[in-house]
């Protein structure tokens, strides 16, 4: 028997496997879904997280028992068995919105003056659907495109022309790089952070909240806000936490003198940072699947800031890890953006998990 040595030594850890990672685009292709609203209208979209094991493993899907709890903001769809496909399904996405983020004026550039997410669903759309007709079962089925036609998204199975850029814009989620239904697959751009000290790539897909839809450059979706937030460690939470920091370093820190070519801070993160171009913020995630057993793909944000104290005695640095972070607030270094304890932040991020490095 061969051994491939490669694939065995490759520090790479695949979690969503129904998925091909482009490590060096950044991207991951999954298979594309066709799907029938009740009127008839149609969607395409993608599966990332699933309730039921055995499927999550036949799937190549991410597993999440915490998805049976996210009833207070879920919609539902039947399997139309004749054709293997979803029918049924309500609430729509507008993807027409075009994406503004207005800083705020230096030296507190977040949150921003102004905003509008690219892409706004309607009340009762939710990237969470359940099963009506089969087994009961929870799938994380985010909408990547609206009722348009295989024929008009067909024109950019190789990529996205010059010319159609706009039309494309106005008619899929904004993380789409490439979609083809000829070949029944759709490649999305990727964010990169930590989970447990291991760098991660996630995908980033729908908001509770219009300001995180605009600022992560995806789909509101005002239904997540009925899901209950807070005790992600307790009986029937559908959700888990993720961790961010506003004023992170960033790469005016560099003190001077530094090498000609250094011109990123290797301690960069956070919400300043990242709305001043500089990058993803490399937020923190909790729980994933095969490091831990509480993962949701509904996270729970816990925004905090570095203490004045904290940023004038040069204590800041970036934090890799929920344990690491909470350790900085529990010695006081970081509170809430307010100053107040820290905690919730009351808004909801659909990040399905992809990939660890380790
Ligand atoms: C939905 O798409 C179908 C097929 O492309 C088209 O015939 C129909 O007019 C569209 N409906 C709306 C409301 O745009
Ligand atoms: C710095 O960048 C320049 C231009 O890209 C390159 O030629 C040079 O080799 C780099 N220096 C170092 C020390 O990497």
């Given at each position: 028997?061969?051994?491939?040595?490669?694939?065995?030594?490759?520090?790479?850890?695949?979690?969503?496997?129904?998925?091909?990672?482009?490590?060096?685009?950044?991207?991951?292709?999954?298979?594309?879904?066709?799907?029938?609203?009740?009127?008839?209208?149609?969607?395409?979209?993608?599966?990332?997280?699933?309730?039921?094991?055995?499927?999550?493993?036949?799937?190549?899907?991410?597993?999440?028992?915490?998805?049976?709890?996210?009833?207070?903001?879920?919609?539902?769809?039947?399997?139309?068995?004749?054709?293997?496909?979803?029918?049924?399904?309500?609430?729509?996405?507008?993807?027409?919105?075009?994406?503004?983020?207005?800083?705020?004026?230096?030296?507190?550039?977040?949150?921003?003056?102004?905003?509008?997410?690219?892409?706004?669903?309607?009340?009762?759309?939710?990237?969470?659907?359940?099963?009506?007709?089969?087994?009961?079962?929870?799938?994380?089925?985010?909408?990547?495109?609206?009722?348009v036609?295989?024929?008009?998204?067909?024109?950019?199975?190789?990529?996205?022309?010059?010319?159609?850029?706009?039309?494309?814009?106005?008619?899929?989620?904004?993380?789409?790089?490439?979609?083809?239904?000829?070949?029944?697959?759709?490649?999305l751009?990727?964010?990169?952070?930590?989970?447990?000290?291991?760098?991660?790539?996630?995908?980033?897909?729908?908001?509770?909240?219009?300001?995180?839809?605009?600022?992560?450059?995806i789909?509101?979706?005002?239904?997540?806000?009925?899901?209950?937030?807070?005790?992600?460690?307790?009986?029937?939470?559908?959700?888990?936490?993720?961790?961010?920091?506003?004023?992170?370093?960033?790469n005016?820190?560099?003190?001077?003198?530094?090498?000609?070519?250094?011109t990123?801070?290797?301690?960069?993160?956070?919400?300043?940072?990242?709305?001043?171009?500089?990058?993803?913020p490399?937020?923190?995630?909790?729980?994933?699947?095969?490091?831990?057993?509480?993962?949701?793909?509904?996270?729970?944000?816990?925004?905090?800031?570095?203490?004045?104290?904290?940023v004038?005695?040069?204590?800041?640095?970036?934090?890799?890890?929920?344990?690491?972070?909470?350790?900085?607030?529990?010695?006081?270094?970081?509170?809430?953006?307010?100053?107040?304890?820290?905690?919730?932040?009351?808004?909801?991020?659909?990040?399905?998990?992809?990939?660890?490095?380790?």
């Amino acid at each position: 028997m061969r051994v491939h040595w490669a694939r065995r030594l490759s520090p790479l850890v695949a979690l969503l496997t129904a998925g091909v990672v482009d490590e060096d685009a950044g991207t991951v292709t999954l298979p594309l879904y066709y799907g029938s609203y009740a009127d008839g209208e149609g969607h395409y979209y993608v599966l990332s997280d699933t309730s039921d094991e055995g499927n999550a493993k036949g799937l190549g899907l991410n597993p999440s028992a915490k998805l049976q709890y996210a009833v207070a903001g879920e919609t539902t769809a039947r399997l139309d068995g004749t054709r293997n496909i979803l029918v049924g399904r309500v609430g729509k996405v507008d993807f027409t919105p075009v994406r503004q983020v207005v800083p705020a004026a230096e030296p507190v550039p977040f949150p921003p003056t102004s905003f509008t997410p690219p892409q706004v669903g309607d009340e009762d759309y939710s990237p969470i659907v359940r099963l009506a007709n089969v087994g009961q079962t929870v799938y994380n089925a985010p909408i990547v495109a609206g009722n348009v036609s295989d024929a008009f998204l067909n024109r950019f199975c190789d990529g996205v022309p010059d010319h159609l850029r706009e039309a494309f814009e106005a008619a899929v989620h904004s993380k789409v790089v490439r979609i083809c239904p000829r070949d029944t697959t759709v490649t999305l751009e990727l964010t990169p952070g930590f989970s447990f000290a291991k760098p991660v790539l996630y995908m980033s897909m729908d908001s509770s909240a219009a300001l995180a839809a605009a600022f992560e450059d995806i789909t509101h979706a005002p239904a997540l806000a009925r899901i209950q937030l807070g005790g992600d460690d307790s009986a029937f939470s559908a959700v888990e936490r993720l961790f961010a920091i506003v004023n992170g370093l960033g790469n005016g820190d560099l003190p001077p003198g530094a090498p000609l070519n250094a011109t990123t801070h290797p301690g960069r993160q956070g919400f300043f940072s990242a709305i001043r171009g500089e990058g993803s913020p490399l937020n923190i995630l909790g729980g994933i699947p095969s490091v831990a057993t509480d993962y949701s793909p509904l996270w729970d944000v816990n925004l905090g800031r570095w203490t004045d104290y904290a940023v004038a005695a040069n204590l800041r640095h970036r934090l890799v890890g929920e344990f690491l972070y909470l350790g900085q607030v529990a010695r006081g270094y970081i509170t809430a953006p307010d100053g107040g304890a820290f905690g919730s932040s009351g808004i909801i991020v659909n990040c399905p998990i992809v990939q660890r490095f380790l």
